[in-house]
């Protein structure tokens, strides 16, 4: 039988305010936030340049959370270990930018990290049919890659509920994030169908009460798998 992690939320650092990281990583500890959300973009992949290696090491320095790298950059090989050595404990690639996934995912996991595969909306899930067994997550995009604050894609529902039938069938033990316009009314409906960590970057740093905004995702989640 396939075993599920509790329900995780895990805010994006990209929504929060830069001139004051270590205090937003002081507030996404005691609001009860399980994972911190990195979004690597490189300009090529995505139409975006954001966070890279200094950013990820100094919040290694900060927080005892975890570090969740999402690399949404060409060539990941070319990076991988290096995020983990500047402290990523989950690392995250594109399938859409690796023309040879499982040698990168393979040296993810010989660092000890978690290694997953993001998904792109137009990607389906079936791609990954023959590396399904050999990574610890996968990441359902719900918006193009590139920006925070886009509108949740709903197809992204039936991608997570397919996902699953497919971690059923198998027996296979992955768990499944979603990111991407994730707020308290879709949390639960994910879940539901699938999904053990969500992805929240605008609907908790841009909440006017952004504790409130982790507590009442957890709910929906929690609802979510009942
Ligand atoms: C999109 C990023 C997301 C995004 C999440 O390219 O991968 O993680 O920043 O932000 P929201 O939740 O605002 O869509
Ligand atoms: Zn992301």
Redesign the pocket.
């Known amino acids: 039988m396939t075993m599920r992690i509790a329900p995780l939320i895990a805010p ?1 650092i ?2 929060a305010d830069f001139m004051k990281l270590s205090e937003e990583l002081v507030f996404l500890k005691s609001a009860g936030a399980d994972v911190v ?1 990195v ?1 690597v ?1 490189d300009g090529r992949f ?1 139409p975006n340049i954001t966070i890279g290696l200094p950013v990820v090491e100094a919040l290694r320095h900060e927080t005892s959370l975890t570090l969740d790298c ?1 690399l ?1 950059i060409v060539e990941p090989l070319k990076y991988a270990v290096d995020f983990v050595k500047a402290g990523a404990d989950w690392v995250s690639i594109h399938q859409e930018a690796d023309h040879n996934l499982h040698r990168t995912i393979v040296t993810i996991k010989n660092t000890g990290a978690k290694a997953g595969v993001a998904l792109n909306p137009s990607t389906p899930v079936e791609a990954l049919t023959d590396i399904l067994d050999d990574l610890d997550f996968v990441l359902i ?1 719900s ?8 509108v949740f894609i709903e197809r992204a529902l039936d991608k997570v509920r397919r996902l699953d039938s497919l971690r059923r069938q198998r027996e296979a033990h992955f768990f499944i994030q979603v ?4 707020d308290t009314a879709n949390a639960q409906s994910l879940v539901e169908a699938g999904a053990d960590c969500l ?5 908790v740093f841009k909440s006017p009460n952004p504790t409130g905004a982790i507590r009442d995702i957890k709910a929906a989640m929690a609802e979510g798998r009942k």
């Open positions: 994006s990209l929504s959300h979004d973009m995505t999402h949404m995009m918006v193009n890659p590139g920006f925070s604050g886009q990111d991407g316009g994730i992805v929240a970057g605008n609907a």
